[in-house]
């Protein structure tokens, strides 16, 4: 074991794309767990689109990142040292080890992992976690399709997006998804099943949605907003649900929405909805239930994107996020599984 923690803290709030100059890189002694404490090794950081709002001022879904500690982070590790029985050293667990190579944690804010054998570790932080849990939630409470109407999904190649996309398409709906590049579509139609898609870097968004729509929109499942989810709501049908997932295109710089476009929640007496996934974690169990099988199956089609190259590689991966160079859920790893 290494005997030090090397630590990434953020000094200075970001105003665009976070870089080096907003970071600080410490290293100390590898903590000891206190009583009701365990001792993390970091195996995996997960690295979400979000992570960019965490670092602003203002708090988002979590508060505000404090400047000067070590920078927030969903993690899987491994447990090396334990005061808390039933977390014995050897269980793989979820939890919020930040952004260093170990971790101290009282075990009331672990989830231990039982990883299912023939089904990836890293799957367990992000296709069986966030990712699917919130793809479940979005389309199974939120969006709630119907056999036979229409839903359409953005940055749908994305990692909720395209399990988002396979779910809605399990209820016999019509799912046409919205994404970047034509590889990306390509995937989309022949691998997810989708029954269109729409490549928005291409152009005219709003005349595929008509080829691809005709009978209007029924649901979306919302990932990114702006000029995009405009042209969306101005397609959908009366009592339309929107899930709204996130709003990845204002996180680095802001945004702006129409107006004119949210009216048509009005003269369509529609629903739009914001969820957190942390909001339905009494669903976690419904959702591997449904996914694991389709996992170990082979029927669910996923990317899990991971560079290697520890800490470092941290921003490289914001960085993969915000131009949608990821392919699937982005990960980065810390240390040998
Ligand atoms: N509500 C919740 O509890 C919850 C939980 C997890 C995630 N989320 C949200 O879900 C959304 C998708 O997250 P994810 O983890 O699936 O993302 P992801 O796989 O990491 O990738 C995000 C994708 O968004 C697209 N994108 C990025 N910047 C964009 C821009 N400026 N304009 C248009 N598209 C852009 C890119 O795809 P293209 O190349 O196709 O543009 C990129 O690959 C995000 O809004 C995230 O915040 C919400």
Redesign the pocket.
């Known amino acids: 074991m290494a005997n030090l923690n090397q630590q990434w803290r953020l000094i200075a709030r970001p105003t665009d794309e976070a870089g080096r100059e907003h970071f600080r890189i410490t290293e100390e002694p590898i903590p000891e767990p206190g009583p009701g404490e365990v001792l993390v090794r970091n195996i995996y950081l997960f690295v ?3 992570m960019r709002l965490w670092m602003n001022e203002k708090d988002s879904y979590f508060p505000a990142q404090v400047l000067g500690e070590v920078m927030m982070g969903i993690t899987l590790g491994v447990v090396e040292k334990s005061n808390v029985p039933g977390l014995e050293p050897g269980t793989y667990v979820n939890g919020m080890g930040g952004w260093q190579q170990w971790s101290v944690a009282p075990g009331a804010a672990l989830q231990p992992l039982a990883p299912h054998p023939g089904v990836p570790l890293e799957l367990y932080r992000t296709v069986l976690d ?2 699917g849990l ?1 793809a479940f939630v979005g389309v199974m409470d939120v969006c709630k399709p119907q056999p036979g109407e229409t839903v359409v999904v953005t ?1 749908a ?5 395209s399990l988002a996309c396979q779910l809605a398409k399990t209820t016999g709906a019509r799912v046409i998804g919205v ?3 034509p590889e ?1 579509c390509r995937w989309l139609v022949e691998e997810c099943g989708v029954d269109g898609a729409i490549d928005y870097r291409a152009g005219d968004v709003g005349k595929r949605l008509d080829e691809l729509a005709p009978k209007g929109i029924d649901s979306v499942f919302e ?2 907003g ?1 000029p995009v989810m405009d042209l969306i709501l101005d397609r959908i049908n009366d009592r339309a649900r929107i899930a709204l ?5 204002s996180y680095n710089t802001g945004g702006t929405q129409s107006t004119m476009s949210l009216m048509q929640l009005v003269n369509r007496a529609a629903v739009m909805q914001g ?4 909001d339905y974690l009494h669903r976690y169990g419904d959702m591997l239930a449904t996914m694991q099988p389709m996992v170990l199956a082979g029927t669910l089609k996923y990317h899990v994107d991971i560079l290697e190259g520890g800490l470092e590689s941290t921003l490289e991966a914001m960085h993969r ?2 131009t ?1 160079a ?1 392919q ?3 990960l980065v790893k810390l240390g040998p599984v």
């Open positions: 979400p689109p979000s966030v990712q919130t940055a190649a994305g990692s909720v997006g994404a970047g590049g990306k990932n990114v702006g997932c996130g709003l990845v295109s969820f957190l996934c942390k996020i915000s949608g990821n699937g859920p982005q």
